[in-house]
């Protein structure tokens, strides 16, 4: 009886948006890392989570805590942040306007595909975290890149041009890769920017916290025009040393935040309750472990820059905020390539051009490490890259 097996299995089709993200990306999934390996690449705090924090997730284990959340997230956590975002925004915060999503990611995914139809104008500053391309390619809207000003800091000349028609304008500050924090001056120049416009901003402020320029934090939400068009995406996982527990949390004008959470339930569904707890605390708890660790990154920070400073070739980035140095190499090769040269090396950094074409010539490195380790990758940096030479 003859075989009925085929042998040309069938071609399955994806959908379009895979196509899209895939053209459109810029994320690299670097190699794994080695023993015997510097990483200054981690965009995650080295420090543990809070004794008291990870204690309270246990003890809500042991209590039973193991079962459906509500789908906006749990009431006493959304109170909590609404009092804090109260004293941010400097106006009433209703708990009905809080999101608890799975991390900022989701938070920003969730925003993003409730926000972006197809063919719409989506305005973000290059370079910068490259999620914000993959997302908004995925919802088949048009990215528009906004090449920085020298001090990577925005052009505002250019954002004007390009926020003209724009249905989306997606941000960090401080800034993933640039480490730059926006100041009001800044910020109070984008709210004149879309005065009379229906231009919607995503403030993604995960670093917020992290910020070591010595005048106080500027978010978006204390803007007078800003804050009534701004969806707030705010994560506990650099504040509190929590990227393993999947957890942040969105505000914003409430349709927004409804079709955010539409998409998110869609998705995700609610956060683990027990996280919720824990992330409760965090909140309650972790002001002095906050103060600790943005200490220790200020002064790792500094050690940083001290050594990069005698590489010759370099043009440092000022060191503002988050826990990065993104640093202009003067060789005529792609960051990628050297990249992975460095590997060889045996240190560890981002491409600059993972965050964007006009990234190209940096690479990104991250000081959340401990001062061994910066001192010793940057020594094999300042080898490898004189071996390019």
């Known amino acids: 009886m003859p075989s009925t097996v085929s042998t040309h299995p069938p071609r399955f089709a994806t959908a379009e948006a895979v196509a899209r993200i895939v053209a459109a990306s810029r994320r690299t999934q670097q190699p794994q890392s080695r023993g015997d390996l510097v ?16 204690e309270a997730a246990a003890a809500s284990l042991r209590a039973g805590r193991t079962h459906y959340s509500p789908l906006l997230g749990e009431r006493d956590l959304r109170e909590a942040l609404a009092e804090k975002l109260c004293g941010i925004a400097g106006t009433p915060v209703s708990a009905a ?8 990611t989701a938070g920003l995914a969730a925003s993003i595909l409730g926000i972006v139809d197809p ?74 920017l879309l005065d009379g416009t229906s231009t919607i901003v995503i403030s993604d402020e995960a670093y917020s916290d992290l910020d070591y320029t010595g005048r106080p934090f500027t978010s ?23 990227t393993g527990w999947r957890v942040g949390y969105l505000w914003g004008p409430a349709p927004l935040i409804q079709a955010s959470a539409r998409i998110h339930n869609t998705f995700n569904g609610s956060v683990n309750t027990f996280i919720q707890d824990a992330a409760l605390v965090a909140v309650q708890t972790g002001g002095a472990d906050i103060a600790r660790m943005r200490a220790a990154y200020e002064q790792r920070g500094a050690i940083m820059r001290e050594e990069l400073a005698r590489i010759p070739g370099l043009t440092l980035s000022a060191s503002e905020g988050a826990f990065y140095q ?16 460095l590997r060889t090396h045996g240190v560890a950094v981002r491409p600059g051009s993972e965050f964007g074409a006009q990234g190209e010539g940096h690479l990104r490195l991250s000081y959340a490490a401990s001062p061994e380790s910066i001192t010793e990758g940057v020594r094999r940096l300042a080898y490898g890259l004189s071996a390019l030479q």
């Not at 306007?97 to 900022?104: A, K, V």
């Not at 001090?151 to 724009?166: I, P, Q, T």
Request: proline share 8%; with cysteine.
């Open 39 to 54: 990483s200054l690449a981690m965009g995650e705090p080295d420090f543990d989570t809070p004794h008291q924090v990870t």
């Open 97 to 104: 306007d809080i999101l608890i999503t799975q991390g900022g």
């Open 119 to 192: 063919g719409d104008k989506v305005v973000i500053p290059d370079p910068t975290y490259s999620l914000y391309a993959d997302l908004v390619s995925m919802a088949g809207g048009i990215v528009v890149p906004v090449p920085l000003a020298p001090d990577l800091h925005w052009d505002l000349d250019r954002l004007a041009n390009a926020l003209v028609g724009a249905k989306l304008f997606v941000f960090c500050n401080p800034s993933n890769p640039t480490g730059i924090v926006h100041s009001r001056a800044e910020l109070d120049a984008l709210a004149d």
């Open 220 to 242: 978006a939400l204390s803007v007078d025009g800003l804050r009534d068009r701004t969806v707030y995406c705010q994560t506990f996982s650099k504040s509190y040393a929590m």
């Open 326 to 341: 993104f640093p202009r190499y003067d060789l005529d090769l792609p960051s990628t390539e050297v990249v992975a040269a």
